[in-house]
């Protein structure tokens, strides 16, 4: 059906750049809205970005907003998640998921995670 | 942007026990409303999307439904795999998606 796997998620420094990266198999990445969800430890789900099929269209959540952006190679079956000047509260596990055809939007596949510790 | 209140935030019952959890959205969604299921550290598993409709492979006793703003999980015999912290995720815009606090279903 089809699985993603994050990679690159590494401690930083509040202040510091990261770049996120979600390997997608077993479907065409090209088809499909992508998007990013993350989760503090121990807190729930927060949403942080969604991007179109064509790179045309992207949305993010007010907090991260002109500091994250979000990308994709669809020759690569690739997604990212550029993440700068990093604060503490963006310490997360971050998770790519597709936003599948059958269920309208909602995220049908996710990766298993990756996690983002940002402290001094 | 549309608020997510999720309620309880934690549900102590037994296997066989029927359970519902609650979202209300802070504006209209339509039935743009999906179900997660989420287990210690693991991704989230969709359940139910637009409002009611069962995610394939999901289990009968699994269903949901609205009223207005206000949105219903049902588990209608808990099994012991159920025990899991669940979520409801709004959508009805790709420009501004979110999520309920989660519930936690515990023993």
């Known amino acids: 059906e089809g699985q993603l796997e994050e990679s690159g998620g590494a401690p930083v420094q509040p202040g510091g750049s990261l770049r996120l990266s979600c390997a997608a198999s077993g479907f065409s990445l090209s088809d499909y809205w992508m998007g990013w969800v993350r989760q503090a430890p121990g807190k729930g789900l927060e949403w942080v970005a969604n991007l179109k099929q064509d790179g045309g269209e992207e949305y993010y959540v007010d907090s991260v907003k002109g500091r994250f952006t979000i990308s994709r190679d669809n020759t690569r079956n690739s997604l990212h998640l550029q993440m700068r000047r990093l604060r503490v509260d963006d310490t997360a596990v971050y998770f790519c998921?597709?936003?599948?055809?059958?269920?309208?939007?909602?995220?049908?596949?996710w990766g298993q995670g990756t996690t983002v510790p940002v402290s001094s | 942007d549309v608020q997510m209140t999720q309620s309880p935030s934690t549900l102590s019952a037994s296997v066989g026990d029927r359970v519902t959890i609650t979202c209300r959205a802070s504006q209209d969604i339509y039935t743009w409303l999906a179900w997660y299921q989420q287990k210690p550290g693991k991704a989230p598993n969709l359940l139910i999307y637009?409002?009611?409709a069962l995610e394939s492979g999901v289990p009968s006793r699994f269903s949901g439904s609205r009223s207005g703003t206000e949105f219903t999980l049902t588990i209608s015999s808990l099994q012991p795999d159920d025990f899991a912290t669940y979520y409801c995720h709004q959508y009805n815009s790709y420009s501004t998606y979110s999520f309920g606090q989660g519930t936690k279903l515990e023993i």
């Open positions: 637009k409002t009611s």
């Open positions: 998921a597709r936003l599948g055809f059958n269920s309208l939007g909602a995220f049908d596949i």
